[in-house]
């Protein structure tokens, strides 16, 4: 009997393991302020922690809103070795700064993921900017007294000193301000905020509010008048104010604005 050979193919499959690499993102060196137009330094590290290297690393470094310093491939980080990157951008945010940089790998498995970013903070020392809303209702009636809030705040991270804030209303007269504020002509009211301190965030205003009642003027005697066929007649806000100024000394360098919000 013949025997005829059977041939048999052994396939083997040989899967490559990922390589296993914490790689852990440092930056430092940043200031904690800086002044407005300051110029910002940093250091930006990524480091493998090992066991293994790493491969395909990509590695960034910026400032938020301000560009980037560096954004580059890392093809090979041998297990213990580092790659340090120093960084200078110019300043460009109004309140704070944030510096941050982060590294990951393409291909290799990290066991800990949370070091790959890290970010600082930096407050911006700017001079105080103060800020000035009326608040009150858009109509009124005609020969009545209605209130107007003013706010006054610093929107800055500097406190500001000797602040003082006047408003002027047209076709109507001022008949009582809180303490602190005067009346002069019965058209024009000046206030002595005083201190206002810096925003803990520049987010959320931290305001000195004064409280104004206003006379509106008699409908017969004012032109512009709107009335409403059902119900009493009404007046727009007088104004809505001709002048809504805060101010600070000179040495404060303040800038004002103003503004008018209907509440």
């Known amino acids: 009997m013949r025997l005829t050979p059977v041939l048999s193919s052994l396939i083997l499959s040989v899967n490559l393991l990922a390589a296993t690499a914490d790689l852990r993102v440092t930056v430092s060196g940043v200031p904690a302020q800086i002044n407005p137009g300051d110029t910002i330094s940093w250091s930006a590290k990524v480091e493998n922690l090992g066991p293994d290297a790493a491969h ?16 580059q491939r890392i093809v090979l980080l041998e297990s213990g070795a580092n790659v340090t990157v120093q960084c200078s951008m110019a300043q460009t945010q109004r309140y704070r700064e944030e510096v941050s940089a982060s590294a990951n790998s393409l291909v290799d498995e990290d066991p800990n993921p949370n070091n790959n970013l890290d970010y600082r903070n930096i407050d911006v020392i700017t001079p105080p900017d103060l800020i000035v809303l009326l608040q009150a209702n858009p109509h009124v009636d005609p020969g009545l007294p209605f209130k107007v809030q003013l706010v006054a705040a610093n929107g800055a991270r500097t406190t500001a000193t ?22 002069f002509g019965g058209t024009r009211f000046a206030c002595n905020v005083g201190t206002l301190t810096p925003w803990v965030d520049p987010n959320k205003a931290e305001p000195r509010r004064f409280e104004i009642e206003v006379l509106a003027p008699d409908a017969s005697k004012t032109a512009g008048v709107s009335r409403q066929k059902s119900g009493p007649s009404a ?7 001709s002048v809504t100024r805060a101010t600070a000394p000179r040495r404060s360098t303040a800038s004002d604005t103003g503004g008018c919000l209907s509440g």
């Open 56 to 71: 395909d690393i990509r590695f960034a470094s910026q400032l938020f809103l301000g560009g980037e310093c560096t954004n």
């Open 162 to 183: 000797g602040v003082t804030t006047t408003m002027d209303v047209t076709g109507a007269t001022i008949t009582k301000v809180p303490e602190g504020c005067s009346v």
């Open 235 to 241: 007046l727009p806000l007088p104004g809505p104010s």
